[in-house]
């Protein structure tokens, strides 16, 4: 798969990923994609947003505090990336929660994400295959999505990934399990909205999207890995994990990664 020669690529071309992101993620999502070496940009106005995603290398939309504003922008965006060939990729948080999420998720997904980035309760609600999430958190054990994650893959015609200890990312034909990672990522604040924002980025790039998301999830697995190894806590964690991505290179990447094929 060359997963380092992706990382390095990726930082060469310094994408511009364009993120209607939640207010919780702002901040440390811009932080972490500046210190993958791509450059973020927050617009969610609807008077701007789908311009702007004309001139973006990626969008992403993450739905965690949603408003009829920024629902209208969302779609306006995404309708535009696509129109302009740009990918895009939806982090449906907590999608299943209310009726309000499953029917802007349900709208999303209508307007084909080239990727699709979420927890196994988020992934099994999208597909609408229930799950059994609480809130932003997961209920359901990634090989519980697998089957879902395919099918989804299949609807929107692109990457559908599973975040979780062991994770999923599928085409819908193929498929791969990534195993980088540690438990405390899961609690630091915005690590998995920021994720969305590095997938992009690697999306922004040539080639096979699979192997793209799949080269995204293990790079910062190993990242997570490395600043864990260092970190007293969820608190000096959050501190190291912009200087592990940073400082990670793709022969250390390569070396490190857990990907094989599912």
């Known amino acids: 798969m060359e997963i380092g020669k992706r990382l390095e690529a990726m930082r060469r071309a310094g994408p511009l990923v364009h993120n209607i992101t939640n207010y919780v993620a702002m901040q440390r999502m811009a932080d972490i994609l500046l210190a993958a070496g791509a450059a973020p940009a927050m617009i969610h106005a609807r008077e701007e ?21 920024w629902t209208a922008a969302m779609a306006e965006a995404a309708g535009a990336a696509r129109g302009a060939g740009r990918p895009w990729v939806l982090d449906p948080v907590a999608a299943g929660a209310t009726a309000y999420r499953r029917e802007v998720s349900a709208r999303l997904v209508a307007l084909k994400p080239d990727a699709v980035k979420g927890n196994a309760s988020e992934i099994l609600a999208l597909a609408g295959a229930g799950g ?131």
């Open 132 to 262: 059994a999430g609480r809130g932003v958190e997961a209920g359901d054990d990634v090989a519980a999505a697998e089957d879902a994650a395919r099918a989804l893959a299949r609807l929107t015609g692109g990457i559908v990934a599973v975040t979780g200890p062991v994770d999923f990312v599928t085409d819908g034909a193929r498929a791969f399990r990534i195993a980088n990672g540690d438990a405390v990522m899961t609690r630091v604040t915005a690590i998995g909205c920021a994720l969305t924002g590095v997938v992009a980025a690697f999306l922004a790039g040539e080639g096979d999207r699979l192997e793209a998301a799949a080269a995204a999830l293990a790079y910062y697995g190993v990242a997570g890995e490395r600043a864990a190894a260092a970190a007293a806590g969820p608190g000096d964690f959050a501190q190291r994990f912009p200087d592990a991505l940073f400082a990670l290179d793709g022969a250390a990447l390569d070396r490190l990664a857990k990907v094989e094929p599912a």
């Open 49 to 69: 947003a789908a311009e702007f995603a004309r001139i973006a290398s990626a969008l992403t939309v993450n739905i965690g505090t949603l408003s009829p504003e």
